[in-house]
């Protein structure tokens, strides 16, 4: 039998972090993020190097009107780590793709394999108009086709003219094309999204629904891949809850409910519903039968498959779900999503921080030890055990 060998990436709250869940995220009106520590880039630098110690492979940072920009946090926490690559989140289209595959080659440059770019075609209309994209959800697609077809040749040292619908250059080239080229990833659940994907992500990206649900669309993806004669790799975006057992892993899963309350998960609701998102809608539906019944109340009937929680989806936009367990129950449900096809694992808790120890020290050496993840540097420093993690 074959091993996976899986990467692991971080997320960074450039919105805000707090010990409760904190709002934010795809959909979520400017200013509606509540947090209680400031994402400052000290604060965001300390997370960067946990995670390079404990040997991941990337950090991603969003993009949008509710958090700080992805490129520019990128550009400052590249000189506070070493290896750890960045995976930048953009909206094709609202800057030229001459001047973006630029910043990208730039930024190889100075941090040779240290950018992936996470593309985000944009779910919510009115966030796009307060950017002055007026064009609607298909639209966005097809001109993300064309901004990345450009992007590509000219990365490949290419010069290029092109005039289509939405993206039209003239004699474009980049004086140093990127050497690596930075990998593309791609995430989207509508029908407009899969050709998108197959033509040019290197990575497709999904959020975290249960195992068959990723077995559905990794197939519908890789089909619509093999007809542009390419083979595309899997990632899954997921929140941890990962303790020495599962009673505390639920228990903490119990306080992050516990500090919500009707009205807020009511206002978080109305503010999600307005998202023209078909993955947004498939994580608003994982937990609409308890939000219905006013079960929410109990973590536990939140569980929409084994560990795989859905109250973050309550009051957090985007990612909605979580692997909450022991650590064992935990790389249990990591090894189910890699044998299915998941090559990639994007984690984040509350506080980020903390909760990298609580996975790096209790999840990664498991991982470790079944030939699952096996980090590219050898010579990386041991993690070094802090006062609020107990041993396996």
Same mark, same amino acid.
């Given at each position: 039998?074959?091993?996976?060998?899986?990467?692991?990436?971080?997320?960074?709250?450039?919105?805000?972090?707090?010990? =409760?869940?904190? $709002?934010?995220?795809? %959909?979520?009106?400017?200013?509606?993020?509540?947090?209680?520590? /400031?994402?400052?880039?000290?604060?965001?630098?300390?997370?960067?190097?946990?995670?390079?110690?404990?040997?991941?492979?990337?950090?991603?940072?969003?993009?949008?009107?509710?958090?700080?920009?992805?490129?520019?946090?990128?550009?400052?926490?590249?000189?506070?780590?070493?290896?750890?690559?960045?995976?930048?989140?953009?909206?094709?289209?609202?800057? =030229?793709?001459?001047? =973006?595959?630029?910043?990208?080659?730039?930024?190889?440059?100075?941090?040779?394999?240290?950018?992936? !770019?996470?593309?985000?075609?944009?779910?919510?209309?009115?966030?796009?108009?307060?950017?002055?994209?007026?064009?609607?959800?298909? %639209?966005?697609? /097809?001109?993300?086709?064309?901004?990345?077809?450009?992007?590509?040749?000219?990365?490949?040292?290419?010069?290029? &003219?092109?005039?289509?619908?939405?993206?039209?250059?003239?004699?474009? &080239? !980049?004086?140093?094309?990127?050497?690596?080229?930075?990998?593309?990833?791609?995430?989207?659940?509508?029908p407009a999204a899969g050709p998108v994907a197959a033509?040019?992500?290197?990575?497709?990206?999904?959020?975290?629904?249960?195992?068959?649900?990723?077995?559905?669309k990794i197939a519908w993806i890789s089909a619509l891949?093999?007809?542009? $004669?390419?083979?595309?790799?899997?990632?899954?975006?997921?929140?941890?809850?990962?303790?020495?057992? &599962?009673?505390?892993?639920?228990?903490?899963?119990?306080? !992050?409910?516990?500090?919500?309350?009707?009205?807020?998960?009511?206002?978080?609701?109305?503010? !999600?519903?307005?998202?023209? =998102?078909?993955?947004?809608?498939?994580?608003?539906?994982?937990?609409?039968?308890?939000?219905?019944? $006013?079960?929410?109340?109990?973590?536990? &009937?939140?569980?929409?498959?084994?560990?795989?929680?859905?109250?973050? %989806?309550?009051?957090?936009? %985007?990612?909605?779900?979580?692997?909450?367990?022991?650590?064992?129950?935990?790389?249990?449900?990591?090894? /189910?999503?890699?044998?299915?096809?998941?090559?990639?694992?994007?984690?984040?808790?509350?506080?980020?921080?903390?909760?990298?120890?609580?996975?790096? /020290? $209790?999840?990664?050496?498991?991982?470790?030890?079944?030939?699952?993840?096996?980090?590219?540097?050898?010579?990386?420093?041991?993690?070094?055990?802090?006062?609020?993690?107990?041993?396996?």
């Amino acid at each position: 039998m074959t091993v996976v060998t899986i990467k692991l990436h971080w997320f960074l709250p450039t919105y805000g972090d707090s010990r =409760s869940i904190v $709002g934010g995220g795809h %959909g979520t009106p400017v200013g509606a993020a509540h947090s209680d520590r /400031e994402a400052s880039i000290d604060y965001l630098a300390s997370i960067v190097r946990s995670a390079e110690t404990f040997g991941f492979t990337g950090a991603l940072i969003p993009t949008g009107a509710w958090c700080e920009d992805a490129f520019i946090t990128a550009a400052l926490l590249a000189r506070e780590t070493s290896t750890l690559a960045f995976l930048v989140a953009f909206r094709p289209g609202l800057v =030229s793709p001459t001047l =973006s595959a630029q910043m990208a080659a730039t930024f190889a440059r100075h941090a040779p394999g240290r950018i992936l !770019l996470n593309v985000v075609v944009g779910g919510e209309a009115h966030e796009q108009r307060a950017f002055g994209d007026y064009l609607d959800k298909d %639209g966005r697609y /097809e001109r993300a086709d064309e901004f990345l077809d450009v992007v590509r040749r000219l990365w490949a040292g290419q010069t290029v &003219s092109a005039s289509g619908n939405y993206i039209t250059v003239d004699q474009a &080239s !980049l004086a140093l094309p990127p050497n690596p080229v930075p990998p593309l990833y791609f995430g989207g659940s509508s029908p407009a999204a899969g050709p998108v994907a197959a033509r040019h992500a290197d990575v497709y990206l999904t959020w975290g629904e249960p195992p068959e649900a990723v077995r559905e669309k990794i197939a519908w993806i890789s089909a619509l891949g093999e007809r542009e $004669g390419r083979k595309l790799r899997f990632g899954i975006r997921l929140h941890t809850i990962s303790r020495d057992t &599962s009673a505390e892993a639920w228990a903490q899963a119990d306080r !992050l409910i516990a500090a919500l309350d009707d009205d807020t998960v009511r206002k978080a609701q109305a503010g !999600l519903a307005r998202s023209q =998102s078909e993955g947004q809608r498939r994580m608003l539906a994982l937990h609409e039968a308890n939000r219905s019944a $006013g079960t929410w109340h109990d973590a536990r &009937s939140l569980e929409i498959a084994p560990n795989l929680w859905s109250g973050v %989806g309550l009051v957090r936009g %985007g990612a909605g779900t979580a692997l909450v367990g022991s650590h064992t129950e935990v790389a249990d449900r990591i090894a /189910e999503y890699a044998a299915i096809g998941i090559d990639e694992f994007i984690f984040s808790g509350y506080p980020h921080l903390e909760e990298l120890y609580w996975f790096g /020290e $209790g999840v990664v050496p498991i991982l470790r030890e079944r030939g699952l993840f096996a980090p590219g540097d050898d010579d990386r420093p041991s993690a070094v055990s802090i006062p609020f993690v107990g041993a396996q």
